[in-house]
């Protein structure tokens, strides 16, 4: 790592280049493989978030939420 550049590291932490290509090339995939899938997918997640499993799924995303940086 002596004499490297910061830019030849990857940005780590909030610009961590490398994550962000991961996640990228992860939801290209998700989206070839699963595309005709993807509105019933999300009728499915509709339906969970309105049924019974609703208040769990709402406690989750403000957990989440809550340790999500701003």
């Known amino acids: ?3 490297q550049k910061p830019s030849d590291k990857g940005v780590q932490g909030e610009g ?3 994550s962000a290509r991961v996640y ?3 939801i ?8 005709s899938e993807i509105p ?3 009728k ?3 339906r969970a978030v309105d049924g019974p499993e609703g208040a769990e799924l709402k406690k ?4 989440g939420k809550s340790k999500a940086r701003h």
Not at 28 to 35: H, L, W, Y
């Open 1 to 3: 790592m002596a004499g």
């Open 16 to 18: 961590d280049y490398e």
């Open 24 to 26: 990228k090339k992860d």
């Open 28 to 35: 290209e995939g998700f989206i070839q493989k699963k595309d």
């Open 40 to 42: 019933n997918l999300a």
């Open 44 to 46: 499915d997640a509709e």
């Open 60 to 63: 989750a995303e403000e957990k």
